[in-house]
Structures are given as C-alpha cells and as structure tokens.
C-alpha cells in the first residue's frame, strides 16, 4: 500500500514539474490586466467662436441717435405686441427670418411684404443651425459641422425666403450669433455680409420686460440693437414695445441696415 501512495506521489511531482515548464512565470504584457484597459481617445479641441459685433454710421447729431433694430426670428410664432408696435409708430427694422419661421406665421409675412417702407427681410437660415463648420454645442445647439452643412443652411434659407415672395437676401444672422472664422469666411464668399450686432435688447427673448427695456432704450448713436420677435410669451415683448416708443420719443432715428454704411468686425462685412 505504501509502494502505491509513494508511486502516485512521484507521478504528480512529476506532472507538475512538466506543466511548470509549459507554463511561462508571468504573463505575457498584452494580456496583463493593466494594460488590457484601452485609454481614450484625446478629444478634439473646440472650435474657437466669435460673436461678432456691428455698428452702423453715426448721425453724430445731438439728440438725434440714430440706431438699427434688428430682429431674429428663429422658431415659433409672430409676437404682435412687438409687430403692431413696429407698424404703428411706423419704425423701420431689419428682421432676420429662418425658413421654420416662414412657414408657421403667413401672415405676418403678409404684413412685412405690405409694408416695404418698414421692413427689410433678411436669412437667419433653414433651421436654426449655427454657422460653425465643426462639431461642437452652442448653448446646447448642435452645431452644423461642416462646411458643407454651413452651406445649406445659409442657402437653403434664402431660398425659402424667395419661395415666400420675399426680395434674394443680402445679410445673414447664424442661430446663436456665434461663428468660427472658417465659417464666416464661406458666408462671405457666398455673397453675405454676417449681421452682428452691438446691443444685446433681449437676451435671447429670456430677460424680464423691465430690463429689456432699460437695454435697448439704452442704445446709443450708431448701435445696432438684437432682440426677437418669435416669443410672445416671453415677458421680454412687452420691454422691447415699450423700449421701442421710448426711444422714439427721444428724437431716435430708425434705420434698416440696407439704408446705412456699416462696420463689422472679425472680416464679416469687409
């Protein structure tokens, strides 16, 4: 009995010993645990983005300012609090309109197209995309991300301006207001001057009606105001009317951006 144990014993030393030499002491790096971990791919940098600013000639008459009201709408409907206003104290304005816009509010394309002496339409593109031809968010917007996106969003709004009845534009406004100067070059080469802008009036259409108007009743000889006109729900309507009839009674001089000689920088006008 003995014999067998001591014999067992010595065969599995022995087949031990054999697989020990099969068997490499640490294994190979590619398989080890660390480095079976892949590391990420380093982000892209972000585009660098520019928001441009805009001033137009100065009447450089005392009590005689004289501004651009300048319009955005991006989605949603017509705000007539801001319309009416426009139409009936008679001030000139340049709104910048997306093809989105166009479709939901007929009629009050109607009343821009009958009223010529007012308005100046111009693009704010197809979809509300800003102009940046790489990938990013903007404000949480994804952005076009290419320049051929950039291209249709510029080109596909002018053409549903057309389609609307409305003149071949000559201005165009990105969603967000913001570009990289890869962009803007491909917008000016297309043809447009870039609309910035010097007085932000509404923030976005998100601020209060009491700074709204204090805002915009604030712009100075040769400012170029921003606000919206596709809120009108937005508490800041009410503030851009009222700012509106303020600065008229200040003597104010409205002019659309077609009527003056303007300055824009970041080479979006040159």
Same mark, same amino acid.
């Given at each position: 009995?003995? /014999?067998?144990?001591?014999?067992?014993?010595?065969?599995?030393?022995?087949?031990?010993?054999?697989?020990?030499?099969?068997?490499?002491?640490?294994?190979?790096?590619?398989? $080890?645990?660390?480095?079976?971990?892949?590391?990420?791919?380093?982000?892209?940098?972000?585009?660098?983005?520019?928001?441009?600013?805009?001033?137009?000639?100065?009447?450089?008459?005392?009590?005689?300012? /004289?501004?651009?009201?300048?319009?955005?709408?991006?989605?949603? +409907?017509?705000?007539?609090?801001?319309?009416?206003?426009?139409? /009936?104290?008679?001030?000139?304005?340049?709104?910048?309109?997306?093809?989105?816009?166009?479709?939901?509010?007929?009629?009050?394309?109607?009343?821009?197209? +009958?009223?010529?002496?007012?308005?100046?339409?111009?693009?704010? $593109?197809?979809?509300?995309?800003?102009?940046?031809?790489?990938?990013?968010?903007? #404000? =949480?917007?994804?952005?076009?991300?290419?320049? +051929?996106?950039?291209?249709?969003?510029?080109?596909? =709004?002018?053409?549903?301006?057309?389609?609307? =009845?409305?003149?071949?534009?000559?201005?165009?406004?990105?969603?967000?207001?913001?570009?990289?100067?890869?962009?803007? =070059?491909?917008?000016?080469?297309?043809? #447009?001057?870039?609309?910035? #802008?010097?007085?932000?009036?509404? $923030?976005?259409?998100?601020?209060?009606?009491?700074?709204?108007?204090?805002?915009?009743?604030?712009?100075?000889?040769?400012?170029?105001?921003?606000?919206?006109?596709? +809120?009108?729900?937005?508490?800041?309507?009410? $503030?851009?009317?009222?700012?509106?009839?303020?600065?008229?009674?200040?003597?104010?001089?409205?002019? /659309?951006?077609?009527?003056?000689?303007?300055?824009?920088?970041?080479?979006?006008?040159?």
């Amino acid at each position: 009995m003995n /014999r067998i144990l001591l014999a067992s014993a010595f065969l599995l030393a022995n087949m031990s010993a054999a697989l020990a030499d099969e068997v490499p002491p640490t294994l190979p790096a590619a398989v $080890g645990p660390a480095s079976a971990a892949i590391s990420p791919a380093p982000k892209a940098p972000a585009p660098k983005l520019v928001e441009p600013h805009l001033h137009i000639a100065r009447s450089n008459i005392a009590g005689h300012a /004289r501004i651009a009201l300048t319009f955005d709408a991006c989605m949603g +409907q017509a705000d007539e609090r801001i319309l009416s206003t426009l139409v /009936r104290e008679r001030i000139p304005a340049t709104i910048f309109v997306t093809a989105r816009w166009l479709k939901r509010n007929p009629a009050a394309v109607a009343v821009f197209l +009958q009223n010529p002496d007012l308005f100046e339409l111009e693009n704010h $593109g197809e979809n509300h995309i800003p102009a940046v031809d790489t990938p990013t968010l903007i #404000y =949480g917007i994804a952005s076009a991300g290419s320049p +051929q996106a950039v291209r249709q969003e510029v080109e596909g =709004g002018a053409a549903a301006m057309v389609a609307a =009845g409305i003149p071949a534009p000559h201005w165009f406004r990105g969603s967000t207001a913001k570009y990289d100067l890869s962009a803007i =070059g491909e917008i000016r080469a297309m043809g #447009y001057r870039i609309a910035g #802008y010097s007085v932000n009036g509404d $923030g976005g259409s998100l601020l209060g009606a009491a700074i709204t108007e204090k805002r915009i009743a604030s712009a100075r000889d040769g400012d170029v105001v921003i606000s919206h006109v596709n +809120q009108p729900t937005h508490a800041a309507g009410e $503030g851009v009317a009222k700012a509106l009839v303020d600065l008229k009674a200040k003597g104010t001089e409205f002019v /659309r951006l077609e009527d003056v000689e303007d300055t824009g920088d970041d080479k979006t006008t040159e």
